[in-house]
């Protein structure tokens, strides 16, 4: 089992950063490739970003390119998700997930483990 708790989400303004995190326990989390998904309300959950077992691979959303950065800390069993230039469309709760394979994909149900999500509010 892996334990998934995000943080960092909040309410901004259009043009400003959050920073999100996502701290892994349970097995070793440099065996997991990591992603978030965000969840917009009356839509379906989305693939954003994902990163590679050793962090050198990252992957996006053609909406977040650019935006929003990717990142972890396999000493620190987090992983992080870096928004800048936020838009009232990235209005959504994101999740942390976690899979146990080798690559990364955004198919959200090849997951195995996910978070209970993040508020993330921008206002316009």
């Known amino acids: 089992q892996v334990q998934l708790v995000e943080s960092g989400g909040g309410l901004v303004q259009t043009g400003g950063s959050l920073r999100l995190s996502c701290a892994a326990s349970?097995?070793?989390?440099?065996?997991?490739?990591m992603a978030w998904f965000r969840q917009a309300p009356g839509k379906e959950r989305e693939f954003v970003a994902g990163?590679?077992?050793?962090?050198?691979?990252?992957y996006y959303a053609d909406s977040v390119k650019g935006r929003f950065t990717i990142s972890r800390d396999n000493a620190k069993n987090t992983v992080y998700l870096q928004m800048n230039s936020l838009l009232p469309e990235d209005t959504a709760v994101y999740y942390c997930a976690a899979d146990s394979t080798i690559i990364v994909v955004t198919t959200l149900r090849n997951y195995d483990y996910w978070g209970q999500g993040t508020q993330v509010t921008v206002s316009s």
């Open positions: 990163i590679s077992r050793g962090g050198r691979n990252t």
């Open positions: 349970g097995r070793t989390f440099s065996n997991y490739v």
